[in-house]
C-alpha cells in the first residue's frame, strides 16, 4: 500500500489546501489536527474537490501518546507540519501559549517522527524570520531575527531543525519560508476562514466587499513606498501548495538534505494596489479610511525566488487578480453557506 503524508493541521487553510493537491498528485494524506482554529466540514469540501477523502484523526501534536499510536498504525513516508497557533498579536499576549504549541509541538512532533524511523520533514516557516529587511529582495541567506513570540517560535524550531539535521543521518529538511497566502481554492470551496476579527489585509477586505465589516484601516500611509502604504509578496495559496509537493518530491530523490526556501512571487504590491485588485474582482467598492501604522509593521518584504527555482524547480504562477478573483469566489461561497 502506498504509504502516507501525515499533514499536522490539514483541515486548516494551507494544510487543506496542500492536501488536495497532495491527493490529486496520488498520495495518500493522513491529518492529523485539534480542530482548535479548523472546522472537519473541510474534510467534506476537500472529497468534493478530489474525490478521495483524507484520513482523519482529531488530535494534538502535543500528545505523545497519540503520535506513538498513529505512528505505529500508519505507514508515514513523510510529515508536512503546518499545525500551530498564527497571530502575532495574541503571541505577544499569551508568548507561552505560542512556545507551547508552536516549538513543544514540533519537538513532540519530531521526538515521534526518531521513534519511528520517519527522517522527512515540511515544515510551515514564514518570511517573519527575516524581522525588517536589511535590503530586497529577501535572499535566504538575509540575517535572521524576530520581533515577536510568534517570529521567534518559528525561528527556534528552524534552528532546532538545524541541531537535528546535524546530530544524526537521514534527515531530509525543508523550512518553507512563505510570504503573504491569499486566494482559495479556485472552486470558492476552500478558502480561509479566520474567526473573529482578521488580522491579515485579504480577510478583511473581503468581509468588506461581501459587507460584512462597514470598512478597512489602512494602517499607515506614510510607508517609504510608491504610494505610502505596505508593501508585500502576496501568494496564491495553490502556489503555495505546488511548492510544497516540488519540496517534497526534492527531498524524497534526496538522501540527506537540510534547507530554507522562500515560497513567494518576487513582487510587491500595495495595500491600495490590493484594495483595487479587489474591486475588479468583486465588482464592489471596499470602503477604507487611512489609520495609524499599525506596531511592529514593516514598510516592504518580498521575496527572492530564485533558489526555489533552481532547487526545486518551482515558481508562483498567479498574479493578484487570480488570487483576489478565488478569495471573492470563496467569500461569497462562505456567505452564502453562512446564510443558509
Ligand atoms: P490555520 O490556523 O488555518 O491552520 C493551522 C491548523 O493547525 C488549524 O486547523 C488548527 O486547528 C491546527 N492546530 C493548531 N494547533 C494545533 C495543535 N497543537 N495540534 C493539532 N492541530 C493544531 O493556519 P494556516 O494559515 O493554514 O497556517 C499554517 C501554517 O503556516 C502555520 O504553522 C502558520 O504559522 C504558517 N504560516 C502561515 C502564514 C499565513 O499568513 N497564513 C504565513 C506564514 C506561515
Ligand atoms: N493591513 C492593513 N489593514 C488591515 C490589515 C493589514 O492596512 O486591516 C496592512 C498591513 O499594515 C501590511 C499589509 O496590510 O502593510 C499586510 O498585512 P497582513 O497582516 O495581511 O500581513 P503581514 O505581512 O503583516 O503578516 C503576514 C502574516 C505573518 C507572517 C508574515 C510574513 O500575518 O504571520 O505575513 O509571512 F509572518
Redesign the pocket.
Known amino acids: 500500500m502506498t504509504p502516507y503524508i501525515l499533514v499536522t493541521g490539514g483541515t486548516g487553510f494551507i494544510g487543506s489546501l496542500t492536501t488536495v493537491s497532495l491527493l490529486e498528485a496520488g498520495h495518500n494524506v493522513l491529518i492529523l489536527d485539534n480542530l482548535s482554529n479548523s472546522s472537519p466540514s473541510v474534510l467534506d469540501a476537500i472529497e468534493k474537490i478530489t474525490g478521495k477523502r483524507p484520513d482523519f484523526i482529531q488530535g494534538d501534536i502535543r500528545d505523545a501518546a497519540l503520535l506513538a499510536d498513529l505512528f505505529s498504525r500508519y505507514s508515514i513516508q513523510a510529515v508536512m507540519h503546518f499545525a500551530g497557533l ?3 498579536g495574541e503571541s505577544v499576549q499569551f508568548p507561552l501559549r505560542y512556545y507551547d504549541n508552536n516549538v513543544h509541538g514540533s519537538v513532540q512532533l519530531l521526538q515521534a517522527m526518531q521513534a519511528a524511523n520517519v527522517r522527512t520533514f515540511i515544515f510551515s516557516s ?4 527575516y524581522g525588517d529587511p536589511k535590503f530586497l529582495p529577501l535572499t535566504e541567506d538575509h540575517p535572521l531575527s524576530t520581533t515577536n513570540p ?2 521567534h517560535s ?1 525561528l527556534m524550531v528552524e534552528e532546532i531543525l538545524q541541531n537535528l539535521y546535524k546530530s544524526e543521518d537521514g534527515w531530509r529538511i525543508a523550512c518553507l ?6 486566494g482559495a481554492h479556485p472552486s470558492g470551496l476552500i478558502g480561509e476562514a479566520p474567526q473573529g476579527i ?8 473581503a468581509q468588506v466587499a461581501v459587507g460584512e465589516r462597514a470598512q ?5 500611509d506614510d ?1 517609504d513606498t510608491p504610494d505610502g ?6 501568494i496564491h495559496v495553490m502556489d503555495l501548495a505546488e511548492g510544497h509537493l516540488a519540496a517534497l518530491n526534492y527531498c524524497l530523490e534526496n538522501d540527506s538534505e537540510l534547507l530554507a526556501v522562500n515560497l513567494g512571487t518576487g513582487t510587491g504590491y ?2 491600495l494596489d ?1 484594495i483595487s485588485a479587489f474591486e475588479r474582482s468583486s465588482q464592489r467598492r471596499i470602503a ?1 479610511q487611512i ?1 495609524p ?2 506596531p ?4 516592504s ?1 518580498w521575496a527572492d525566488t530564485s533558489f526555489a527555482r533552481k532547487k526545486l524547480g518551482w515558481t508562483a504562477s498567479s498574479g493578484i487578480q487570480k488570487m483576489c478573483d478565488d478569495a471573492w469566489r470563496w467569500q461569497c461561497h462562505a456567505a452564502a453557506t453562512k446564510n443558509g
Open positions: 498564527k497571530a502575532v514564514s518570511a517573519t524570520v510568534y517570529g518559528k519560508r512563505y510570504f503573504n497566502p491569499v482578521p488580522n491579515n489585509l485579504m480577510p478583511y477586505v478597512l484601516s489602512v494602517f499607515g510607508y502604504t505596505g508593501v508585500r509578496d502576496y500595495s495595500v490590493m477604507y489609520a501604522r499599525r511592529g509593521d514593516i514598510a518584504c
